[in-house]
């Protein structure tokens, strides 16, 4: 991997497309032109566009999406990240500590209290700094214990998405596995030094959170959209995401509401939906601008990919026009990480994926 391109494993998703997909879809986009991912997820098409010089803007409902996907159009050096850290971390102020046994076994107590004041710390602060420091803290929040130098802050668990409290413990306690106090700034100044010591161009940047299908853009029309909506039947990303999302400031144990997600419902209700975020990207599109749409499907529903993006463009009643077609193979992505707590493959694995070009007329 070319060092500049480090940034983008700042913090691992269970659900990404590789670099290279968004990378692909804009090479041969002018300079300067504006991109747009409705389902920014970890920011994987707007760090294409930083990459490549072009603008871009990002919507996702996902407090964690958004919280990764900043950290990777922050424009800072490796000494402010751990300037800040280090005065968060001198303060006194921390928050109180969570119950339960998970929370005994996840961290050892003086790392939970370190983690305790940057999530106190962090929660007020905004600017570049602050997104990139809350970036690295999320990707070293939970992940496997080397057998040799620390990487991550916890007790063994995977990288990509935190396992269930009751699980976890009961894996930690069947093994005898207790947390062990890590050097915390060493762990974050190391990661700074790897994904903010090369020189990415600064661009214009928007990560906004909210929803794909009504999103809160005036002032800016597309030239390109690369994304991938989340799968029918595949409503898990907040859970799957708790604890990063606890460290953001929310609850310290898994919750399940669905309300705003848009793969809730019927297959009717998901192309109802879908084709009203294909309808507000095109009203916000410059005349010929394309969509790349990647999607696939996931073992647990019986759904067709072809027919739900077609179906969906239809319902949209806006002027996009298919141009190709593609198989992208299978998304494995994240199924090894599962390995890490003796998982196997989950039912809500994607077992296809295809490539949708589109033009607008």
Known sequence: MPREQALNAICPYYTMFPLEYPLAQLENLPKGSIVYDPFCGRGTTTFAARLLGHSSIGTDINPVAIAVAKAKMAHVTPKQIVDLASKILNSETLDPVPSGR??????????????????????????????????????????????????????????????KPDYAVRYWETRGMLPHEVDVIRIISERADRYYTENIPKV?????????????????????TVTS??????????????LRNWFLGGAEKPT??????????????????LGKVWYAIAVRSNPGAKLSIRFGAIASRDSD????????????????????????GGAKEGRRQAEQMGA?????????ELDFVCRLQ
């Not at 799968?231 to 799957?240: K, Q, S």
């Open 102 to 163: 998970f929370w005994e076994l996840a961290y050892a107590p003086g790392t939970l209290e370190h983690i305790l004041k940057l999530r106190a710390g962090l929660r007020l602060r905004h600017g570049s700094v602050a997104d990139a420091l809350r970036g690295i803290v999320l990707g070293c929040l939970h992940g496997p214990q080397p057998k040799t130098k620390d990487s991550n802050l916890s007790n063994q668990m995977q990288r990509t998405f935190a396992p």
């Open 204 to 224: 214009f940047s928007r990560v906004i959170h909210g929803d794909a299908r009504n999103p809160p853009i005036t002032g800016v029309s597309f030239d390109a």
């Open 229 to 242: 909506p989340p799968y029918f039947g595949m409503d898990t990303y907040v859970p799957d995401q708790w």
């Open 256 to 273: 399940y509401e669905k309300r705003d997600q848009l793969s809730r419902g019927t297959k009717d209700d998901f192309i109802l939906e």
């Open 305 to 328: 990919p072809e027919t739900l993006i077609r179906r969906s463009l239809q319902v949209s009643k806006a002027p996009w026009v298919i141009r190709s077609i593609k198989h992208a």
């Open 344 to 352: 196997v493959a989950r039912k809500s694995s994607a077992i296809e």
